[in-house]
């Protein structure tokens, strides 16, 4: 036996009894040792409020909320402090829009803001009523009484997030049910060292359901969860300029959507290092599985994704630079690696049946291929593609929609570099697998293409690419035997 690695794994092995132990006894609160009610009527913010305020003076602890429906208003959560919802537990968010925090620029139903070692944590759910919310801010607003811009008859600022941090670090969430939020479901913003753990989020309650929003976090892991949302499922954001996420781990998750499955952006004003998606699923997503998108001049680099799984959604993969609200700065994308990706890609709408539906197009187009787009300006550099597999139904009909592949015809395509980066933004594309565009250093390994039907389209279209490696390509569309499947201008 070598007994000094002996002794090493002993002492490994108390430190670690010891931290758990440490972890386990700190003091707990019971809900009702402060007059908070469970009945579901009784409004409990100001009572809880005052525990969370109380616990965390005493050094911190647990608030335990037992099996009842715990009705709410703003809830500002304190450093050290850990709400346990055990299974039963339903922290119900007031459909009253005056119990909120909607003086802060981002209100929520837990809110906290420069707080340190925080959790939320159990079997329990946060239920943020966010429709009747909602309906009942519309109200306010129609009646002038409170101001806020309207999008598309939609508050656009006072709606409250179920969860809202900001500027936290040392977060945990695990195991619990967030549902029916007015707005994005939950919001880390600016905040370090958070891991999100097993939860599931059902929140298609109201529009902008994102079902969660990573913005500008350092060391966040996203791991085991479930999520339906009816806006995008897993959302990287960056608002501010001088800020970027970093560090940032997605695994294990299953995500569904009316719109997105995983995306960054839309607003990329700083950008995102070091990014790791590994092992996820994603289906009956309206849009694409995968979009990285940075319109706003934010630096994207050294993004890794593996065993990524989609099944009956609009589009597999959209990678683009734009030139929204970058104010001259120049944005960037590279070093990005997509790495056993498996997709399929319905001809119908995914989202058909779902409580809030993504919209259906008004312009009529042939399902859109594969997108790496950049500007002329602005080139998506360095990008591998290997293990891949998408099956398209195919079906492309110029009768409908029709885009020819010549160099006057793909100069005629626009660059749009303005408008909100989506898969479809183009409406036709000359491709049916995927279109690579303002590029350089494109790198496809063990990728195979299928459309189920057949199509006018090439599978492949690049313009404007500068060093792109092809090895074991393989296309097959049904009904074709001999066709040229790659069109190559201005590239080489």
């Known amino acids: 036996m070598n007994t000094k690695r002996y002794i090493i794994s002993a002492l490994a092995l108390l430190l670690i009894n010891f931290h758990i132990k440490a972890g386990t006894t700190d003091t707990i609160y019971n809900a009702s040792l402060f007059g908070i009610k469970s009945n579901g009527t009784t409004l ?122 900001r500027e936290c670090k040392g977060v945990n969430i695990y195991g619990i049910i967030i549902k029916n939020s007015a707005t994005w479901v939950q919001t880390y913003d600016q905040c370090e060292n958070v891991v999100v753990d097993s939860i599931t989020v059902i929140s298609t309650a109201f529009w902008n359901n994102d079902g969660i929003d990573i913005v500008d976090c350092k060391n966040f892991k996203l791991l085991n969860s479930y999520i339906d949302a009816a806006d995008d499922a897993i959302c990287l954001k960056s608002h501010d300029k001088t800020k970027r996420n970093e560090n940032v781990e997605i695994r294990n998750n299953v995500a569904r959507s009316s719109a997105n499955g995983i995306k960054f952006g839309t607003v990329s004003a700083g950008g995102y290092k070091n990014i790791r998606i590994i092992n996820n699923k994603v289906y009956n997503t309206l849009r694409s599985a995968l979009t990285i998108a940075t319109p706003d001049g934010g630096i994207i680099e050294d993004i890794f994704v593996d065993s990524l799984y989609a099944y009956h959604t609009g589009n597999p993969i959209y990678l683009r630079i734009g030139a929204r609200w970058n104010n001259e700065r120049i944005g960037s994308m590279k070093n990005i690696t997509i790495q056993n990706f498996y997709a399929e890609i319905t001809e119908e709408k995914p989202d058909a049946g779902y409580e809030i539906e993504g919209p259906v197009e008004d312009n009529p187009r042939n399902i859109s291929p594969s997108g790496i787009v950049g500007l002329k300006n602005m080139l998506i550099e360095n990008m591998k593609l290997k293990n891949i597999e998408i099956s398209y139904p195919g079906n492309g009909n110029p009768n409908y929609a029709y885009r020819g592949t010549s160099a006057k015809a793909l100069s005629e395509i626009p660059e749009m570099e303005t408008a909100y980066p989506e898969f479809s933004q183009f409406k036709e594309l000359p491709a049916w697998g995927f279109f690579i565009k303002n590029a350089r250093n494109i790198s496809f390994e063990n990728v195979k293409l299928i459309a189920r039907n057949k199509d006018y389209r090439t599978a492949i279209v690049m313009d404007n690419v500068n060093g792109y490696s092809f090895k074991n390509l393989q296309i097959k569309e049904a009904g074709v035997k001999k066709k040229k499947q790659m069109i190559k201008n201005n590239s080489k």
């Open 44 to 165: 409990n913010t100001t009572s809880i409020q005052k525990a969370v305020d109380y616990i965390s003076e005493k050094g911190g602890g647990t608030l335990r909320f037992y099996v009842g429906r715990y009705l709410t208003g703003t809830i500002e959560l304190k450093s050290n402090v850990t709400i346990l919802l055990e299974e039963g537990a339903i922290l119900l968010g007031s459909t009253n829009i005056y119990d909120y925090n909607i003086k802060e620029p981002i209100p929520g139903l837990v809110y906290a803001k420069g707080a340190e070692n925080i959790a939320i944590r159990g079997k329990g759910v946060i239920d943020g009523q966010g429709r009747e919310v909602a309906y009942n801010l519309v109200d306010q607003i129609h009646k002038g009484v409170i101001e806020d811009p309207m999008k598309y008859d939609r508050p656009d600022n006072k709606r409250p997030h179920c969860i809202y941090f």
